[in-house]
């Protein structure tokens, strides 16, 4: 079992930036990769961006272009997306989640511990 907490959303401006960070705890965050998903109301849940176990490999969604760093500290147990020239359409709850391998880091479905996530609103 691996209990997820996300922190870090709330209200910027567009072209603002926010640091979300999603802390583990229970058995070992770093055997795990991990994603960041967003999901807006009467939307699927979207990948946004997963890194590998060791941090070695990263993944990022198209839209992100650029604009978003996923990143790691396995000897604190927390990961991190770094967001940046956030836009309205960035709006939604970033949820974090954690996966077995990097061959279905893109689907939802297969991961295994969810975080209840954090809410990101960004005023034009």
């Known amino acids: 079992q691996v209990q997820l907490v996300e922190s870090g959303g709330g209200l910027v401006q567009a072209g603002g930036s926010l640091r979300l960070s999603c802390a583990a705890s229970?058995?070992?965050?770093?055997?795990?990769?991990m994603g960041w998903f967003r999901q807006v109301p009467g939307k699927a849940r979207e990948f946004v961006a997963g890194?590998?176990?060791?941090?070695?490999?990263?993944d990022y969604a198209r839209f992100v272009k650029d604009r978003f760093t996923i990143y790691r500290d396995n000897d604190k147990n927390t990961g991190y997306l770094q967001m940046t020239s956030l836009s309205p359409e960035d709006t939604a709850v970033y949820y974090c989640?954690?996966?077995?391998?990097?061959?279905?880091?893109?689907?939802?479905?297969?991961?295994?511990?969810w975080g209840q996530g954090t809410q990101v609103t960004v005023s034009s």
């Open positions: 989640g954690v996966i077995e391998g990097l061959l279905r880091l893109r689907l939802g479905t297969s991961y295994l511990y």
């Open positions: 229970g058995r070992t965050f770093s055997r795990y990769a």
């Open positions: 890194i590998s176990f060791n941090g070695a490999t990263t």
